[in-house]
DNA sequence: TAGGCCATCTGGTCCT
DNA sequence: AGGACCAGATGGCCTA
């Protein structure tokens, strides 16, 4: 990879792990029968110490291990263990490649300057939503133009911005950080000098106009 | 050397 | 049962 030319940004990526409680599936955290639980997904685990839920979790967990199949020997488990993590190795390895893949698409139609300034991931996210953004500002303020109507452009109006806070999920992409207004998702593109976010009314790529000059 | 970014491995969970 | 998805852990590489 190419690595960060100018320092990383000063940005955290925060993750919101607060999935819903998806039921008692496994029982292993609170119910005897139980694996060594991983340290990562007690969020998940098994609550439901009372009443049936650790019954059921445990006939589930059962199932899971094979139920009342014909019994392996510890070789033949362990060898078919290795090539089922092999292959999950594999197909994880796969989909990360293709999701990068995506980003670097995503990369290739966004305007940085210098050309060859690769983004970091989380960079491309930020910059494609605020992308995003600026462009739609500019197709609705061409439709004002075009149909003669006056551009309301209200202070923290109906349209927002994408620091605003009304960009819905995408609000989540951002850092504690920027989300306090200390380091907006364009001013942490700008904190690498010669990498322009499309927002900035200061970016002028060659060839393209700044966001600054459709307002 | 510390810190950031990344790729990879791994185990848990959900879905088909 | 197997695949997809997710998040934590780990180690390598690079820069300030």
Redesign the pocket.
């Known amino acids: ?1 190419a ?9 955290q990526v925060t ?1 919101e ?1 607060e ?1 819903p409680f ?2 008692a ?2 029982g ?1 955290a609170t119910c005897a029968a139980s ?7 007690t969020p ?2 098994c609550t439901e110490t009372e009443g049936g839920g650790c019954r059921v979790a445990a006939r589930k967990l059962r ?2 291990r ?2 009342r ?1 014909r019994p392996k020997s510890e070789l033949a488990l362990s060898k078919q263990r290795r090539s ?6 594999d ?3 796969n ?3 293709n999701l ?1 893949s995506a980003l670097d698409a995503l990369r290739g139609v966004l305007p940085t300057f210098p050309d060859d300034a690769k983004l ?3 960079e491309t996210l930020r910059f494609a939503h605020n992308y995003i953004w600026a462009l739609t500002q500019t197709l609705r303020l061409a439709d004002h133009n075009f149909y003669g109507l006056e551009s309301p452009a209200p202070p923290g109006g109906e349209l927002g911005s994408p620091d605003s806070g009304s960009s819905g999920d995408w609000g989540s992409l951002y850092s504690p950080v920027s989300q306090t207004g200390s380091l907006s998702p364009a001013a942490s593109l700008e904190e690498r000098p010669g990498l322009c976010a499309p927002t900035s009314p200061t970016c002028l790529r060659p060839g393209s106009l700044a966001f600054s000059d459709f307002l």
């Open positions: 990879m690595p960060h030319p100018l320092g990383a940004p000063t940005v993750h792990t999935q998806l039921g599936l496994h292993e694996a060594p639980p991983s340290p990562a997904h998940r685990d199932a899971r094979g139920g199949s089922r993590r092999k292959k999950a190795n197909r994880e390895r989909r990360m490649h990068n970091t991931k989380i």
